[in-house]
């Protein structure tokens, strides 16, 4: 038994103690074990009345309300938005992930030719790409086309490898776009309903919510019937609205109108982030 705490060094009773009397740490601290790290993980977070499942109820049937919820301070039952987001965030990706590289690794049935292959890619106003096996770049910059001639400037099977790896490689980064995607969603929220007096980091938590429950429903649209796929398309739209009347409060042609502003706002910071991401994903 030792006689201080391992985590505050406090000094311990003489008598011994189960935990600390400074911090509350237990005193006999042990390595867990692999069992004990799955009952933590589906006791504390995965059980049905955990914290997640509880959150995601609310996220789901009622849409804003997981955001007042946070904004008027109660906050102990449910995930905070930021692990929330995570959370969903890379398991979806993940499955996403696994998804892409399942199709693009299907094999290719024996006995089919060989043929060259052809590869165009229309970047702004130029184009670059494989043509009749051989490569061309138009109207880039010189630097660009030297660093994608050496990657596209193969023979047809290395060719056919090379995109697929670049498929999976855009998904891999696609994550850390969204830490771009968000914060900027947030800032034209912020910009729309200027008048709310809200902070930032309070549209930042709509933003959050709001985005986990999308990945929710990018997750739903990657089940294999065609079913989840329209339900996925047509509750994105409906729970931003929903949950935005609920948070923000507006007459439906105000919030109409700052959605529209909001809207092309974000949808012209999506094509950049994902232009760049797709150009980082070419040469790097």
């Known amino acids: 038994m030792p006689t201080a705490c391992l985590n505050c060094e406090a000094p311990l009773p003489p008598a ?5 009397p ?5 005193t006999n601290v042990k390595p867990p ?18 914290a997640l499942w509880r959150t995601l109820k609310l996220l789901v ?7 007042r919820q946070y904004l008027a301070g109660r906050r102990k039952h449910y995930v905070l938005p930021l692990r929330l ?7 979806v990706l993940l499955a996403l992930r696994l998804t892409t590289a399942a199709s693009l690794d299907t094999p290719r049935p024996e006995g089919t030719a060989q ?31 030297t660093r994608l001639q050496r990657r596209l400037d193969l023979d047809p099977k290395s060719v056919r490898r090379e995109m697929a790896e670049i498929g999976t490689r855009f998904m891999s980064n696609l994550g850390a776009a969204m830490f771009v995607l968000v914060p900027a969603f947030a800032g034209w929220q912020r910009l729309a309903w200027w008048n709310r007096g809200l902070r930032y980091t309070e549209h930042l938590v709509f933003a959050l919510h709001l985005h986990a429950f999308w990945f929710l429903m990018l997750g739903l649209s990657l089940l294999p019937t065609g079913v ?4 996925a398309m047509l509750a994105a739209p409906v729970h931003a609205w929903l949950a935005e009347r609920r948070v923000y409060g507006a007459r439906w042609w105000v919030q109409a109108l700052r959605d529209a502003f909001v809207g092309t706002a974000y949808a ?17």
């Open 85 to 91: 987001y995570l959370t969903v965030s890379v398991l």
């Open 268 to 284: 012209v910071t999506l094509g950049f982030v994902l232009t760049a991401l797709a150009v980082w994903t070419l040469l790097f």
């Open 16 to 20: 011994g103690a189960r935990f600390c």
């Open 115 to 145: 043929r060259p292959a052809n590869v165009t890619l229309n970047i702004g106003n130029g184009r670059a790409g494989i043509e009749g096996g051989a490569f061309f770049c138009r109207d880039l910059p010189q630097w660009f086309c």
């Open 22 to 26: 400074a911090c509350g740490q237990e």
């Open 61 to 67: 049937r009622r849409p804003g309300e997981l955001t």
């Open 33 to 50: 074990t692999l069992r004990e790290f799955a009952q933590q993980l589906g006791g504390a977070y995965l059980s049905t009345e955990g």
């Open 228 to 231: 989840p796929v329209l339900v």
